[in-house]
């Protein structure tokens, strides 16, 4: 009787174990209270209201593409076009509404249908011709780049747009993208809540939804999935349409933050998203990650970026922390993957 308690026990505490260790959030969810308390303690600036404000603020745009990427790379591929996106829905608004007249959000759903349809056009790319997504996309990122610059400057023979604060019905838009809640003494802008929502869905759809099956089933065995029915093709672009699309939204909450927008807006952006999707616990390999954790990555980002401001420290020492977050990251969730299916 004795014997078979103390194995029952056994049992239980290592299933309890083996299903934290399963969540690939852990590791990110860590890193975020360490390095919370970490500026908290040595910042006196960090953890007050306004100084949470501000990076919160930066953490929020990051965190939408992040768990935006994260579901595609769940999804086994990668989208290098995702920073450049946000820069060129951001022009497309500015130049239809400042140099055509355009109705604000005529030109908003503009930008989207548009932003959509090079999502359409990358989903398609890598699934009829077979080539690798890093190459496709590699591919977009610079098309959009050279139209965000040559295009626009042919346009409006400029590469950053003004003038947006006069565009008739600008307020409207910015109450929904733009604008910023006092609370406790520090400004939350609209943008961290656009960021819980998109988590929150993405969350949903991924743990409660058949079409969270399939992103987790044509990431980790897409032969495997084609053969018991999962819609292999309708969900990869769906997928690229997914990032695109969070693009065209991080777009927005730039440019009616600012009120302006440049043709580099978001370049260089897209190894960030893909950074913080790997801390969250996302497999580069795909068929595994985790929404909550790409959001935690960002979160994780955001704090860093500005708590080395709050410091006083080379702003330089950022991108050291990024390669060491990386690798940090890749280890760990191979190391808890592995423990994970050991553990009995």
Avoid at 208 to 225: E, K, P
Avoid at 233 to 243: D, S
Wanted: charged share 10%.
């Amino acid at each position: 009787m004795t014997t078979a308690t103390v194995t029952d026990e056994r049992i239980a505490r290592t299933s309890t174990v083996t299903k934290l260790l399963k969540r690939p959030e852990i590791g990110a969810l860590v890193a975020t209270i360490v390095i919370f308390v970490f500026f908290a303690a040595t910042t006196s600036v960090f953890a007050t209201a306004p100084g949470a404000s501000t990076w919160l603020r930066g953490a929020s745009t990051i965190g939408i593409m992040a768990v935006a990427v994260a579901l595609l790379m769940i999804g086994g591929e990668f989208d290098l076009s995702a920073g450049a996106m946000t820069g060129f829905t951001g022009l497309v608004v500015g130049v239809l509404t400042t140099e055509y007249g355009l109705n604000i959000w005529a030109a908003i759903v503009v930008s989207l249908a548009l932003a959509l349809l090079v999502g359409f056009i990358n989903g398609v790319l890598v699934m009829k011709t077979g080539l690798p997504s890093f190459i496709v996309t590699l591919g977009t990122f610079f098309v959009l780049q050279g139209i965000d610059l040559a295009g626009t400057k042919a346009l409006i023979g400029q590469v950053a747009i003004q003038g947006m604060s006069s565009v008739p019905y600008y307020d409207q838009a910015k109450k929904v993208f733009g604008s910023a809640a006092d609370i406790g003494g520090g400004l939350v802008y609209a943008s961290v809540f656009w960021w819980i929502a998109v988590t929150a869905i993405a969350t949903w759809i991924l743990l409660r939804t058949r079409t969270g099956n399939w992103i987790f089933s044509v990431g980790g065995q897409q032969t495997a999935a084609r053969q018991i029915g999962v819609p292999v093709f309708k969900t990869k672009v769906g997928l690229f349409m997914t990032t695109a699309g969070a693009g065209w939204l991080v777009g927005m909450l730039l440019l009616f933050t600012t009120s302006t927008v440049q043709s580099n807006t978001g370049v260089g952006q897209e190894f960030i998203y893909i950074i913080c999707a790997v801390v969250g616990g996302c497999l580069m390999t795909g068929g595994y990650g985790s929404a909550i954790g790409a959001a935690l990555g960002a979160l994780i980002y955001g704090m860093v970026n500005q708590g080395i401001v709050y410091s006083g420290w080379d702003n330089n020492w950022l991108k050291a922390f990024l390669g060491v977050m990386l690798l940090g990251a890749v280890l760990l969730n191979e190391w808890v993957r592995k423990r994970a299916e050991t553990a009995r």
